[in-house]
């Protein structure tokens, strides 16, 4: 908002989607205390809408897999620091390298990494030498422990955690 107000704009906007009203966002209240808006969400507009308008007007990003906040990918309660951030990025990055496609998340546990992957790469991923690629990749980015997330990738699954318990295979 200090940039805004520096650069003489009245009203700053984000790309909040209706979806996104339906979980829980922790940086909503952000928005809300210093008038952000969210004119997708304002206008019903879901994340399939936004994909749709896209794609018909050959917008290249269209099919891209969403990417919120690396915050998302820490529990509730740890601290958000550079140096974690940059271990999920990294370890994200690295596993995008490999040749995952589509939904991807390394959830931060301290030194454990949890992977959650699409339906599809979940089923790919699960052989050996690719566990083994996939560990590296991980370890590489300074992470001790990988978890493979059995469940697959849930948008918000943090928002989540204790309602299952986790079934998790360990990579080695």
Known sequence: ????????????VDGTNADDLSDHRPGRAATTEH????PLAELGFTKDDIRALSKARDIPTWAQPSSPCLS??????????P???????????????LGIAGDLRVRFYGETARVE???RELVEWRTPERQRAMHAAVTGAGFAFVELDLRGFRSGSLNRDGAEPPRVEVLA
């Open 35 to 38: 008038d952000v808006r969210s």
């Open 117 to 119: 992957l699409g339906a």
């Open 83 to 97: 140096l974690r951030l940059a271990r999920v990025e990294a370890a994200e990055r690295a596993l995008r390298a």
């Open 1 to 12: 908002m200090p940039v805004a107000r520096e650069r003489g704009l009245a009203v700053v």
């Open 72 to 81: 998302s990918r820490l529990p509730y309660g740890t601290a958000v620091t």
